[in-house]
């Protein structure tokens, strides 16, 4: 069974802060993809990292996928309010009949105080 | 372009109860998959259907079963409800089962088991 950590788990940061989330495992994924996810709604895709060491960056968010492709991190530069929610991260890994599947972390849960 | 739609978007069901859950995948999308996610928690897959065919499975029992329809839609049934069945649960939509496809979730559908 493979597993993702995410760390932490709860994270209340003011206005302006910097802020890094982590994605680790032990398993290695064909690739990593970030979510958000807002009360009562189902999760919206950020960013898919595919290569290791692979870096991509989504205005104030920067994600970077480890050498090994096991861990991933998500960090958010200056942060704002509207950026207050559920992060999750999911490995995507090969699961036979041409099939993937992606295995979520329990998720980061992100408040910005104004 | 329509996005993926669930229904019903709330549901009370009692313990031993059947249960059957509704998705309309995002036009041009063949694949679909179900998760279950309990409060606090990231989503767990529960399966995938490629072209009507149920095309992998995650640790879940059998009395969790599935359907694609020709025009891509799926359900999910849940037989002798228990009280642990309890979650949201996320229909996702893609258009194929490339690692690289990108998974367009729904708003869920709130199962409450009494």
């Known amino acids: 069974t493979q597993l993702l950590e995410q760390s932490p788990q709860f994270l209340s940061i003011q206005e302006g802060e910097n802020l890094t989330v982590y994605c680790n495992s032990s398993?290695?994924?064909?690739?990593l993809q970030w979510y958000r996810q807002e009360p009562g709604e189902g999760p919206v895709l950020l960013v898919t990292?595919?290569?290791?060491?692979e870096v991509k960056k989504l205005k104030r968010l920067t994600f970077q996928f480890g050498d090994a492709r096991k861990d991933s991190s998500l960090h958010i530069t200056a942060a704002q309010p509207g950026d207050t929610g559920l992060y999750l991260c999911?490995?995507?890994?090969?699961?036979?009949?041409?099939?993937?599947?992606?295995?979520f972390g329990k998720g980061t849960k992100l408040s910005v105080i104004p | 372009e329509t996005g993926v739609t669930q229904s019903p978007t709330h549901l009370i069901k009692t313990r031993g109860q059947q249960v059957t859950l509704r998705c309309s995948s995002q036009?041009?999308?063949?694949?679909v998959s179900w998760y279950q996610q309990a409060l606090g928690q990231g989503p767990q897959f529960i399966f995938q259907?490629?072209?009507?065919?149920?095309?992998g499975r995650g640790n879940f029992p059998p009395r969790f079963s599935g359907l694609q329809f020709p025009n891509y839609s799926s359900e999910l049934n849940v037989n002798a409800l228990e009280l642990d069945d309890s979650a949201l649960y996320l229909c996702?939509?893609?258009?194929?089962?490339?690692?690289?496809?990108?998974?367009?979730f729904g708003p869920g559908t709130r199962l409450t088991v009494l």
């Open positions: 398993s290695v994924f064909s690739s």
């Open positions: 999911a490995g995507a890994a090969y699961s036979g009949a041409g099939s993937y599947q992606l295995t």
């Open positions: 990292v595919v290569t290791g060491g």
């Open positions: 259907y490629y072209r009507e065919e149920e095309n």
């Open positions: 036009s041009g999308h063949n694949t």
């Open positions: 996702a939509s893609s258009p194929g089962t490339s690692t690289y496809n990108e998974q367009f």
